[in-house]
């Protein structure tokens, strides 16, 4: 069998090309060029809304997952809110029972949580500065797994 024949017998350079449905059957190179072209650039139109889609799907996987994020930090938050306004409620009725008057120990609470909150505002700029950092080495980290697998 000659190189450039096909297993049918046909002449490699008039093998019959795949129609689709709907298309003429190709009669000429230039009707072959047209219908090929035609093919290549409706399968390249699929790829790139293949692309559209999946860039989609995962900036809307990395907004779920920093939803996710975000409900469970504020439920966690409201659980520990929770249980520090019972605990102070115990201690500060403690301190009361222990000093002989339970506005004492309200008062003496007050206090601390006073100087706490004092602390925390003189300090909030250096924390704020650390937490925005460790923010942005976590996102860096994410992105560049994320880079690594292939998304």
Do not use: C
């Amino acid at each position: 069998m000659p190189e450039n024949t096909t297993e049918s017998g046909a002449p490699a350079a008039t093998r019959p090309r795949p129609v689709r449905k709907g298309q003429k059957e190709p009669n000429g190179r230039i009707d072959r060029l047209v219908t090929e072209t035609r093919q290549l650039s409706d399968d390249l139109t699929h790829w790139v809304n293949l692309r559209l889609k999946l860039i989609h799907l995962d900036i809307q996987e990395r907004i779920d997952d920093e939803l996710d994020f975000v409900y469970t930090g504020v439920m966690v938050l409201g659980m520990m809110t929770i249980a520090l306004l019972l605990a102070s409620f115990g201690i500060a009725w403690a301190l009361g029972d222990l000093l002989g008057e339970r506005w004492y120990g309200f008062a003496i609470l007050a206090v601390l949580y006073l100087i706490a909150a004092l602390v925390i505002l003189r300090l909030r700029p250096r924390m704020a500065r650390g937490f925005r950092e460790r923010w942005r080495e976590e996102k860096l980290e994410q992105s560049s797994e994320r880079t690594e697998r292939g998304q």
